[in-house]
């Protein structure tokens, strides 16, 4: 079982659907990317802020399995957890629909900062997030 540390509800959009009627998967990567955002600002820090002060998260990787599509108007949950491996923040990010909570999407997020350009640890993310992996194995 997953100890998910944020959750952030969405409402799928009809432009985000496909001829199919199911979300294109490409706005899966948008979800994952709002919920960290959103998770970010949950703990006072703006992500466009630390960019300005020189701080830059970048993804390195990304893995995505697609479980079952979301349709227009679903409503659904992204649920992350981070661990640290090395210089990397490992986000998993799966996304459940809300209405039977049935997995959408598992993902998995590889984070790396740069810091004036060069990759390092992100003292202020580390810090932020330690009080979610203080716990969790690598």
Not at 56 to 65: L, P, Q, T, Y
Not at 75 to 94: M, Y
Request: glycine share 6%.
């Amino acid at each position: 079982m997953m100890n998910y540390f944020h959750e952030y509800r969405m409402k799928v959009r009809d432009y985000e659907c496909d001829l199919q009627g199911i979300v294109n998967n490409a706005n899966y990567l948008h979800f994952l990317e709002h919920a960290r955002h959103e998770f970010l600002l949950s703990e006072g820090v703006s992500f466009a802020q630390l960019h300005y002060e020189g701080t830059d998260a970048v993804v390195a990787n990304v893995n995505m399995r697609f479980k079952t599509p979301l349709r227009s108007g679903d409503e659904f949950i992204v649920k992350t957890a981070i661990r640290h491996e090395g210089l990397r923040l490992v986000f998993t990010q799966d996304i459940f629909r809300a209405s039977d909570m049935k997995m959408s999407l598992k993902g998995q997020v590889d984070v790396v900062c740069l810091v004036d350009g060069v990759l390092t640890d992100c003292h202020l993310l580390d810090h932020i997030i330690a009080k979610y992996t203080a716990n969790t194995p690598a």
